[in-house]
């Protein structure tokens, strides 16, 4: 089953002798906010702890984020700080070299 972003459920889902179907897209559509959810956290974690001389306003993270401001401070664990760390270098930017401002990070370590 794939994913229908017109915002309507797949056609198979409708099978009454499957009920199944429903439960398997629910998971998967599960899956992909949890995904979604982590990729959130460990932004919000560099923006707040790993950008210098300034992290980011908690207000304008909120409102991207679609969070409270006192959400955005609980939103990510020490964890996820701990994560995005090794992508940096002392100067705030990522340790290949770029400021990570393009929408998807796709440097490796070998750039």
Known sequence: ?????????????????NAQ?????????????DVIDC???RVVAYAREHVKPRPY???????ASGLSISG???????DDTALVAPLLDVGGYLACGCDGLQRE??????D
């Not at 429903?22 to 906010?33: F, G, H, N, P, V």
Request: aromatic share 8%; glycine share 2%; charged share 20%.
């Open 39 to 41: 990729q959130m956290r």
């Open 72 to 78: 955005v401070r609980t939103f990510y664990s020490p």
């Open 105 to 110: 990070h796709t440097c490796t370590n070998n």
């Open 21 to 33: 179907q429903l439960l398997d897209y629910l998971t998967e559509l599960r899956a992909q906010r």
């Open 57 to 63: 306003p908690l207000a304008d993270l909120a409102e």
């Open 1 to 17: 089953m794939t994913l229908d972003l017109s915002g309507t459920f797949p056609a198979d889902i409708h099978d009454p002798h």
